[in-house]
């Protein structure tokens, strides 16, 4: 009888294992850590729709900002009484066949002057392009959502602008105040007026 105990003991220390209490707080361990990583998860598909939104109109803001400064850049003369915060117009060079209209320029073909009007109001920005001294024409919206129409600053002054500030500021998706993308440009055609 003797050696069945020794036996019997001998497999106990060769046996390995969990014991209950040890298997009860590992499976809770594995709860607790499959939930925080599925609420993680959660948190992450409820915001991404946000985060996606804002960085689609920050790429768009760019863009429109891009191509207004390029406009006042190779701009000629800010239309009197046409500066204000909520409008610009302005001649500038355009590469189109004509002023409104569609299609584009061959290569070796110069850039024709026309007077592009930008109005911004609260919630858009819109764009008409006609023939020098012209201010109405077919309105396109260029740009949608902003919250201030008090978008364009001038330098000196509106009435001899030489410099154009432009502040598109819009609802940040997250709540936490406006985003703001500005940038601005100066007349670098002016001289050719004369």
Do not use: H
Request: proline share 4%; net charge positive.
């Amino acid at each position: 009888m003797t050696g069945l105990r020794l036996r019997s003991a001998e497999l106990r220390d060769d046996e390995s294992g969990l014991t209950l209490i040890e298997l009860l707080v590992s499976a809770t361990m594995g709860v607790i850590l499959f939930a925080a990583a599925a609420s993680l998860m959660v948190s992450a598909m409820r915001t991404q729709p946000e985060l996606s939104k804002r960085a689609q109109t920050i790429s768009t803001a760019r863009w429109v900002m891009e191509r207004l400064t390029r406009e006042i850049r190779n701009g000629i003369a800010v239309a009197p009484g046409k500066a204000t915060a909520s409008e610009v117009s302005f001649t500038t060079y355009v590469r189109a066949p004509s002023c409104g209209g569609s299609g584009t320029l061959a290569s070796s073909a110069k850039a024709i002057p026309c007077q592009v009007t930008y109005r911004c109001t609260t919630g858009k920005c819109a764009r008409v392009e006609a023939a020098p001294g012209v201010y109405t024409g077919t309105e396109i919206t260029i740009f949608d959502g902003i919250s201030n129409s008090s978008v364009f600053s001038y330098t000196p002054s509106a009435t001899e602008a030489k410099f154009i500030e432009v502040k598109l500021k819009f609802p940040n998706p997250t709540g936490e105040g406006d985003l703001t993308i500005s940038d601005g440009a100066s007349l670098r055609n002016a001289n050719l007026l004369n």
